[in-house]
C-alpha cells in the first residue's frame, strides 16, 4: 500500500480532536490493513507491538543532520527552522518540500512496507559504524518522500507522531471495526472483551485479527509475554477498605519498592518486566538467582514487590534508593552489592500450563505459600493476615509503617485478577499525605543563578487518552545533587525529551512521571483541567511508571469534592 495513504489517515486524524471522529476515520482505514495487522502499529506512531521496548534510537541530532543531507541544507539552517517551527516534523516538510520543487527531486512510490521495512532495522544497529547505516535508512526514505509524508517519517523516528491517538481510541476503532456493534451497550461490551484481550496480550495486531475473526478468547497469557498488571484504587481508611473488598479480607504490608513481574517460560527462561512491560532481567540477576532456587515450578507468572534494603542495618529503604538499579545496564554486580534488594511476592496469574486469572485470590495466595520457599532478605510472600476485625488491621497497619514500609493493601479473598485495570479487588490504605503521579509536559529554564537549569515544570494528569494540565511546579528538586533528585539531573533528562521550544519554554514528550504533593486543589481557569494544585512540590521521580499510570481528571476532581 501506498505510504501517502496513511499519511492522509494520519492527517485526517491530526485536524480533528474529538474522539469519535477520530475512531471512524481509524475503523474505516483498519479494512485496509486487516491482511497485514502490523501495520496497526504504524498508527500508534510505533513500529513494534506496546511490549516490544526495542528503541529506534534516532535523536533530534541525528534528524537535523538527515534532513540537511536530504535536502543538501546546511545543518545550521535546518537547526533555525526548528527554532522556528518547533517540530523537526514540519521542517522536514516545509525544507524538503521548498527543495523538491526546485529539483524536482525522487520519485519513486513510497510504500507503507518499505517505510516499515527501514525503520524495524534501525533498533538491531549499534555501536561504532552504525550511525551512518541508520542515517542511510532514513535518506532512503525521505528521498522518495512528498512533503507531507517526509513530515510524519520525521515524527515516526522520533516517537511523536501527534495525530492524539491513544489505546483506548484505536480499542474503539477495532470495536467498530469488527463487530460493528448496534447500540451503546454492545459497544461498551465489545470494548471490554477488546480491552481485556489486549491487556493479556499487549499488542493491538493480534488484538485486531483475533477480535476481526471472533476469537478473542483464544488470546492466553504467555510467561516471557508481559501482561499489564492489576491496579488498585485507594481506601479512605480501614472501614472504607472492609467496604470495597468485603469482609473477612486479607491485609498486606503494601511494600514501598517497585513491581516486577516475574516470568518463568516453558523451556525454563527467567524474565523479568517493570509495570511498564519493559525488560529489567538483565539488571537483576539476584532476582533471577532467587526465582530458580526458590520457587517450584515449570512454568508461571508471579506478580512481586522488589524492596530496597540496607547491606549493613537490614532496615527497608524506600523505593528512591533503589531506583537507580532499574536503568543501571553496567556494573551490575557492584551496586547489587551495595544495594540489595528482597522479593515479596503477592500474587501468581498462570502456574504450569494453568491460567489463573479466574481463581479466587485466595487460593491464588495459597498457592504461592507452596511453591515459595521463603529466605528473608531474598525472597518473601507478602506479609498478611486474614481478618474481619478493624482493631486487627489498625494493629498492622502500624506494624507495616513502623518498618517503614508505605501502608497496606485490602483484598477480597474470592476476587480474580484482572491485567490492566483498576478495580476495586484490593486497595490502597497509606496514611493521608496528599501526593498524586502526574506527567511532565513541559518546563522552563531558570534565571539568575538558576540559569542553565529548567526549574519549573508543568505537571498534567489524564483523562482517557488526554493529558490536562494541572498546574507548574518549581519546588522539590534540589541544586546539588548530593541532596536528591536535582534540577540539573532533571534538566538532563528533560533536555533529551524537548519537542518543542518557544522562547524560554520548552514542551516535552509526555515521559517523565513525579510524585508531587501539595497542599490542596482548586478550580482555576489557568490549565487545561480546570484545576490547580497549590503550593505543589515534587517529591520523587517514578521511574517505574509511565503515563498510563498517573492520576485522573476524576481523582483531582474528588479531591475538591466534585463528581468524579
Ligand atoms: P500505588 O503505587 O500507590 O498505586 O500502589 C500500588 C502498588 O503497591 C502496586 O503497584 C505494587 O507495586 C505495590 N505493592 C506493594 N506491596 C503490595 C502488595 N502486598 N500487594 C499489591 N501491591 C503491592
Not at 185 to 197: F, G, I, L, N, T
Request: hydrophobic share 40%; with cysteine; charged share 30%.
Amino acid at each position: 500500500m501506498d505510504y501517502l495513504k496513511l499519511c492522509n489517515i494520519y492527517h485526517a486524524l491530526e485536524s480533528t480532536t474529538k474522539g469519535l471522529e477520530k475512531t471512524e476515520i481509524l475503523a474505516e482505514f483498519l479494512g485496509d490493513i486487516r491482511n497485514d495487522p502490523k501495520l496497526i502499529y504504524l498508527l500508534q506512531g510505533n513500529i513494534f507491538a506496546d511490549y516490544d521496548h526495542r528503541e529506534l534510537g534516532i535523536s533530534h541530532q541525528l534528524v537535523i543532520k538527515t534532513i540537511g543531507k536530504v535536502g543538501g541544507i546546511p545543518e545550521a539552517d535546518v537547526v533555525d527552522a526548528f527554532k522556528e517551527l518547533g517540530d523537526l516534523g514540519k521542517v522536514a516538510e516545509s525544507l524538503l518540500g521548498n527543495k523538491k520543487k526546485q529539483t524536482a527531486l525522487f520519485s519513486n512510490k513510497l510504500s507503507i512496507e518499505k517505510v516499515m521495512t527501514n525503520l524495524q532495522r534501525l533498533p538491531s544497529l549499534e555501536g561504532k559504524g552504525t550511525v551512518e547505516i541508520k542515517i542511510g535508512l532514513i535518506v532512503e526514505l525521505l528521498h522518495s518522500a512528498t512533503p507531507m509524508e517526509a513530515k510524519y517519517i520525521v515524527r515516526t523516528v522520533l516517537s511523536d507522531l501527534k495525530i492524539g491517538v491513544g489505546s483506548g481510541i484505536l480499542r474503539d476503532a477495532i470495536v467498530m471495526h469488527c463487530f460493528k456493534p448496534k447500540d451503546i451497550q454492545d459497544k461498551k461490551m465489545y470494548a471490554v472483551s477488546v480491552q481485556e484481550a489486549y491487556d493479556k496480550s499487549t499488542d493491538f495486531a493480534e488484538v485486531f485479527t483475533k477480535a476481526c475473526s471472533n476469537e478473542l478468547e483464544k488470546i492466553k497469557l504467555k510467561p516471557g509475554k508481559p501482561v499489564k498488571v492489576m491496579l488498585f484504587p485507594k481506601a479512605k481508611n480501614i472501614e472504607d477498605a472492609f467496604r470495597i473488598v468485603g469482609k473477612p479480607a486479607a491485609f498486606e504490608y503494601k511494600y514501598d519498592g517497585f513491581r516486577v513481574m516475574i516470568n518463568k517460560e516453558e523451556n525454563g527462561q527467567i524474565k523479568i518486566f517493570t509495570r511498564r512491560l519493559e525488560e529489567i532481567t538483565t539488571q537483576f540477576p539476584d532476582i533471577v538467582e532467587y526465582i530458580e532456587s526458590h520457587v517450584k515450578g515449570k512454568s508461571f507468572i508471579l506478580d512481586a514487590e522488589a524492596v530496597g534494603f540496607d547491606a549493613k542495618t537490614k532496615k527497608y529503604t524506600d523505593f528512591q534508593a533503589i531506583s537507580q538499579r532499574i536503568r543501571r545496564k553496567h556494573d551490575i554486580n557492584e551496586i547489587m552489592e551495595k544495594l540489595p534488594i528482597e522479593l515479596a511476592v503477592f500474587d501468581i496469574i498462570y502456574h504450569d500450563g494453568n491460567n489463573l486469572i479466574e481463581m479466587p485470590f485466595g487460593k491464588r495466595r495459597k498457592l504461592i505459600e507452596k511453591i515459595v520457599r521463603e529466605e528473608e532478605f531474598k525472597i518473601v510472600l507478602a506479609k498478611q493476615i486474614i481478618t474481619d476485625d478493624t482493631k486487627v488491621v489498625e494493629n498492622f497497619y502500624g506494624n507495616a509503617l513502623g518498618e517503614n514500609q508505605e501502608g497496606l493493601m485490602g483484598k477480597n479473598l474470592s476476587a480474580p485478577y484482572k491485567p490492566g485495570a483498576r478495580v476495586g479487588y484490593a486497595v490502597k490504605l497509606k496514611p493521608e499525605d496528599k501526593d498524586l503521579d502526574l506527567v511532565i509536559t513541559g518546563a522552563e529554564w531558570g534565571t539568575g543563578k538558576r540559569a542553565g537549569w529548567l526549574t519549573s515544570f508543568n505537571v498534567a494528569c489524564r483523562e482517557d487518552g488526554e493529558l490536562l494540565q494541572v498546574g507548574k511546579v518549581s519546588t522539590g528538586l534540589k541544586e546539588k545533587p548530593e541532596e536528591g533528585l536535582s534540577f540539573g539531573k532533571m534538566t538532563k533528562i528533560l533536555k533529551k525529551l524537548a519537542v518543542e521550544e518557544h522562547g524560554r519554554k520548552i514542551v516535552v514528550k509526555p515521559e517523565i512521571i513525579v510524585a508531587v504533593q501539595y497542599q490542596n486543589v482548586q478550580k482555576s481557569p489557568s490549565y487545561s483541567s480546570g484545576y490547580a494544585l497549590r503550593f505543589p512540590r515534587i517529591v520523587r521521580m517514578r521511574e517505574d511508571r509511565d503515563v498510563g499510570d498517573i492520576a485522573t481528571i476524576g481523582e483531582i476532581k474528588e479531591e475538591v469534592g466534585d463528581k468524579k
